[in-house]
Antibody, heavy 119, light 110 residues
Framework: QVQLQQSGPGLVKPSQTLSLACAIS??????????WNWIRQSPSRGLEWLGR?????????EYAISMKSRININPDTTKNQLSLQLNSVTPEDAAVYYC?????????WGQGTLVTVSS | QSALTQPASVSGSPGQSITISCTGT?????????VSWYQQHPGKAPKLMIY???YRPSGVSNRFSGSKSGNTASLTISGLQAEDEADYYC??????????FGTGTKVTVL
């Protein structure tokens, strides 16, 4: 059974970098049949896809157009996890952040991390 | 990328059928078979109910079905039950190689 365990701070100061990790068990971040995504949810913006990483003989990253300039999603094969870095955060980045596996749809989700942006 | 359009709320009595629509464009819903639906109860992560327009993951009740016509996808819940009361979201792959979600629909069982 696939499990995704998220970790990272729930409070980030404005203009700083949001960093979250997602540890994968029951599958591999380097799987040739899955992609690993970050999605967030807030009352004002609803569900919002942020980006993904996946391996198909080489690594690929794809990001939401609105995020491209300040987001990085990286796989870590040694720890079998993926990470999210979102730079220059503002209060609009406050949300619950989820990591998900995508194989046929987003079929497995992490527990969610509530991130508050405040000084 | 604009969110896909869903009705804000849909309601039905136990045992009835309801349908939730999800309207996009030819650049997302109309252009790809990668439409999926998610159920979310309060305080929980979304749960995959339908993928690739009409396929059910293992363990999802066959009371849930999906379809698509043109730029609009639909989720039908038949034999409505109290446990189906939740928020529902659609999602589609897009021509920008990204994903977009719907605005969400609150299902109320009367």
């Amino acid at each position: 059974q696939v499990q995704l365990q998220q970790s990272g701070p729930g409070l980030v100061k404005p203009s700083q970098t949001l960093s979250l990790a997602c540890a994968i068990s029951g599958d591999s971040v380097a799987s040739n049949s899955a992609a690993w995504n970050w999605i967030r949810q807030s009352p004002s913006r609803g569900l919002e896809w942020l980006g993904r990483t996946y391996y198909r003989s080489k690594w690929y990253n794809e990001y939401a157009i609105s995020m491209k300039s300040r987001i990085n999603i990286n796989p870590d094969t040694t720890k079998n996890q993926l990470s999210l870095q979102l730079n220059s955060v503002t209060p609009e980045d406050a949300a619950v952040y989820y990591c998900t596996r995508e194989q046929h749809g987003f079929d497995y989700w992490g527990q969610g991390t509530l991130v508050t942006v405040s000084s | 990328q604009s969110a896909l359009t869903q009705p804000a709320s849909v309601s039905g009595s136990p045992g009835q059928s309801i349908t939730i629509s999800c309207t996009g464009t030819s650049s997302d819903v109309g252009g790809y078979k990668y439409v999926s639906w998610y159920q979310q109860h309060p305080g929980k992560a979304p749960k995959l109910m339908i993928y690739d327009v009409s396929y059910r993951p293992s363990g999802v009740s066959n009371r849930f079905s999906g379809s698509k016509s043109g730029n609009t996808a639909s989720l039908t819940i038949s034999g409505l039950q109290a446990e189906d009361e939740a928020d529902y979201y659609c999602s589609s792959y897009t021509s920008s190689r990204t994903y977009v979600f719907g605005t969400g629909t609150k299902v109320t069982v009367l």
